[in-house]
């Protein structure tokens, strides 16, 4: 079978490694991690592209690198590849993954103290070996040793939720399309909005499963094909994702979506709950115990609150079903309601409270913003570029604010002759200083609508030191909006490691709101201490931090978020309307 464009980028990036650890020309290095990025971006398979002699139009690719396509494509392999990892042997080259290690450390490693693992490196810095390497110190070997924990504790072969989600839609959706299909849903840990997930299970009701098969085996992206049966098959995407999709009879619908949406603690709970009543409950049916383990031998359910009505409980959303509560409040409720019935929706927020433009490092200007938020139903955006201290380009000074201001007035007054009830409010997105300070003046920060303050930098400051930081900042009468308060970046850095509580009671004091940022890289707050911080009285913002009008559209991600942190849209300050988000914002300044 053809490598697929994953494959092929894999390749030509482990290439590129493996030439900068030998010391390669940088510009040779450039061309194959350049060519590896093109082929992974690229519209169309490369196998389409090689099988039409068309490899050159692939942005960088030349004679050369079209000729080594050629030959894996042919044979699997490739000569140039196979001597490369001969000469930097693999585990050496699986260094370069370690944080803050580059090629140049990685072949001093290797070459000066005979290293060729990450375990063989782990276990000189726990020596102190490396630290009397040039340029290193005990400071140094003690953030390799911090890097690889970090990298072990990622390791997990997770997908980002962000990433999982509009795949498995499109397939969801192509899979209603399919005649004689009742129903689809994406189930487990993607439909309880887990920030990352393992696989991606599909279960579709329907009575004759194998045009729903063709139609699934046939979805565009799909490298391999796992398992290819009557009612089950399996795929591995091209981005190493795995698909599954079980068919199952329309009449057991309900009791096979809330088996395999999960999670195991409370479906665990959920059966010991029905053995209590002398009933079994499997992905079929709820029988009496003793009784046949199908649907044959049982009631069977046609809907998720129905059953869970059968076992004497309240309907729990998807997002809840952790074990954290919920099964003992629907028991509370009883049948017939809903644990946490105004558990904040998308429809629920009127605006997104943070955005960047070309103002800073965004790629749209504010109209354009604007436009795409009014499309998606808000009421108001507030714009918060970058400022200067985080050494963004176009980071915004006192100077570039006030001519930012005029821009979005002119937008605002032109909606307005439009008949368009939508208002652009002016933010920034203030840098923390390593004291907590911030990077502009007060006398700038009190001209804008709202504030949002974010820790961008030294994010590895000890506990105390980078609570207090934080602590500092929310101090200010001006900041209305911790950002992205843990700093983490999903599956490559973990967050700060701060005093939580402390943080959230000061929040609470100061009266700033905590963002759950909805970026895909970020998810931050995350839902433990999203639901912690509501717990105390907390308020919070649910943001896209969008880039471009595209980005606006990640607010579910961050919806999910606050669901599964049992949040209301009375916590939630751009669920509020306008006139109460500014008084709000006013009455923090007082």
Not at 191 to 210: C, L, M, Q, Y
Not at 375 to 386: F, K, M, N, S, V
């Amino acid at each position: 079978m053809p490598l697929s464009n994953q494959q092929l980028a894999d390749i030509f990036n482990d290439i590129a490694d493996r030439l900068d650890i030998q010391g390669e020309l940088v510009f040779k290095v450039r061309a194959y991690r350049t060519v590896a990025e093109n082929i992974l971006n690229a519209p169309r398979p490369i196998a389409d592209l090689w099988r039409e002699g068309v490899l050159e139009q692939v942005p960088g690719v030349g004679k050369e690198i079209a000729a080594k396509i050629d030959e894996l494509m042919r044979t699997g392999r490739l000569e140039f590849y196979e001597r490369l990892r001969r000469e930097v042997p693999d585990g050496v080259a699986a260094m370069l993954r370690v944080p803050n290690v580059g090629p140049k450390r990685v072949k001093e490693f290797w070459e000066k103290l005979g290293i060729t693992s990450i375990d063989e490196l782990e276990a000189a810095a726990r020596a102190g070996k490396l630290r009397d390497l040039p340029r290193m110190g005990e400071k140094a070997e003690q953030k390799i040793l911090a890097g690889i924990e970090s990298m072990k504790r990622r390791a997990t072969g997770r997908v980002r939720l962000g990433d999982a989600l509009p795949i498995a839609r499109r397939i969801v959706a192509a899979l209603r399309q399919v005649p004689g299909v009742h129903k689809a849903e994406y189930a487990g840990s993607l439909r309880r909005g887990k920030e990352t997930i393992g696989d991606v299970d599909i279960i579709v009701a329907a009575s004759d499963p194998e045009p729903v098969m063709q139609t699934f085996l046939a979805q565009p992206g799909i490298a391999e094909v796992l398992a290819a049966g009557e009612t089950k098959s399996s795929a591995r995407l091209e981005n190493g994702l795995q698909v599954d999709v079980r068919v199952v009879e329309p009449r057991v619908w309900g009791t096979a979506l809330q088996y395999f949406t999960g999670s195991q603690l409370h479906n665990i709970k959920v059966r010991e709950l029905a053995q209590k009543k002398g009933l079994t409950l499997n992905e079929y049916a709820v029988s009496k115990l003793g009784g046949k383990d199908s649907a044959d031998g049982g009631e069977t359910f046609e809907d998720e609150p129905t059953l869970y009505a059968r076992l004497g409980m309240a309907y729990i959303p998807p997002e809840l079903r952790e074990d954290r509560g919920e099964v003992e409040k629907a028991l509370e409720l009883g049948p017939g309601r809903v644990v946490m019935p105004d558990l904040i929706a998308l429809s629920d927020l009127r605006g997104d409270l943070q955005m960047h433009t070309t103002w800073s490092d965004g790629a749209t200007d504010v109209m354009s913003m604007a436009r795409a938020a009014i499309a998606l139903g808000y009421e108001y955006i507030l714009i918060t570029d970058h400022t200067a201290g985080l050494g963004v380009v176009n980071g915004l000074t006192p100077e570039r604010i006030a001519e930012q201001r005029k821009e979005i007035d002119r937008v605002n007054a032109q909606l307005r002759k439009e008949g368009v009830r939508f208002r652009v409010l002016q933010g920034a997105e203030v840098e923390v200083r390593g004291d907590g300070s911030l990077d502009l003046p007060d006398e700038v920060l009190s001209q804008l609508d709202l504030v949002q303050a974010s820790v961008h930098t030294a994010l590895t400051q000890p506990r105390e030191k980078i609570t207090a930081r934080a602590i500092k900042a929310m101090q200010n009468p001006h900041v209305h909006i911790l950002g992205h308060p843990s700093g983490r970046l999903l599956n490559e850095r973990e967050g700060a490691d701060y005093d939580w509580e402390a943080l959230f009671r000061a929040a609470l004091e100061y009266r700033v709101a905590l963002e759950i940022n909805a970026d895909p890289s970020r998810l931050d707050l995350n839902d433990v201490l999203a639901r912690r911080a509501a717990e105390l009285g907390c308020k919070l913002s649910i943001s896209t931090d969008a880039h471009a009008p595209d980005g606006l559209n990640n607010m579910i991600l961050g919806v999910l978020v606050a669901r599964r942190a049992w949040v209301t849209p009375d916590s939630v300050i751009n669920a509020w309307p306008l006139t109460k988000l500014l008084k709000w914002a006013n009455k923090t300044r007082a």
